[in-house]
């Protein structure tokens, strides 16, 4: 992966994106419920704030991870609470007086709002469709249109993105040809195609070598200089090695917040795991004896 401080991409921006920034936190959540599908509310009264930096999101299965990823991504909406990204309301309890201020960008519509925060947003699903005869450059250019990158910008703009995952010499190979470590590192390049300010990405090393989880903690660290960087994981290893803090979730609220090493210092050698940090991660979500008897 090329790592050159050189490669943030230059590209016309609109008004409000040139404006000082006049927010805290790139994301506000209070009390904040988001439901999966008709059924659970999956998010559950959480409350999180998050800025500049290289932030781990760390979890059980069904912990409610992903269903916040989506909601930060604008995909899911806000079932109660107050979610803010960049310092605007996306929904929620508060979200409609917010909207009605006397501003005219207070009464713009839902859509248009989601629009603009989205062209400032990077998004790497778990699981994402592309047109298998595509290649990977026109994968990628095809992401950059969608999230509206000025049209003379995308060719530097997916230049930059490919050589940044290490897929500079695939560029023109058909999606369909490609390794699932090869798909994974393409899905990386559309996420960081439009120079994002906020960048979430659910499960983000799921098919990668060892080596080429080492250059994607590189790229982390030097993405999380500038950027609010998310990173849902199960492995902990990674938030050890790129992330400036992590946030724990368990059944949709939150339980622990810290860096990696207040994390680590939260167990101690009675819970289960490998290593200090998987020790306290047991340590904040489960009584040691019982885990220990489970599955």
Known sequence: MNLGKDDRMMSAVSAAELAPKTYAWEIRATGLKVRAGRGKMAVDGLDLTLGTGVHGLLGPNGAGKTTLIRALATVLRPAGGELELFGRHVGGAGAAGKRGGGSGAGHRSGSGRHRELRRRIGYLP??????????????VEYMAWLKEVPKKDVPAAVQRAVERVGLADRADARMKTLSGGMVRRAGIAQAIVND????????????????????????????????????????????????????????????????????????????????????????LLHDPAQERSAW
């Open 126 to 139: 778990q699981e994402f469709g592309y047109y298998k005869r595509f290649t990977v450059r026109e994968f």
């Open 196 to 283: 994002p300010s906020l960048l979430l990405l659910d499960e983000p090393t799921v098919g990668l070598d060892p080596g080429q989880r080492l250059r994607f903690r590189e790229l982390l660290v030097q993405l999380g200089a500038d950027t609010c960087v998310v990173v849902s994981t199960h492995l902990v290893e990674d938030v050890a090695a790129a992330c400036t803090d992590v946030a724990l979730v368990a059944d949709g609220r939150l339980v622990f917040t810290g860096t990696p090493d207040d994390l680590a210092g939260a167990g101690s050698p009675d819970h289960v795991g490998d290593t200090p940090l998987e020790r306290g991660y047991s340590a």
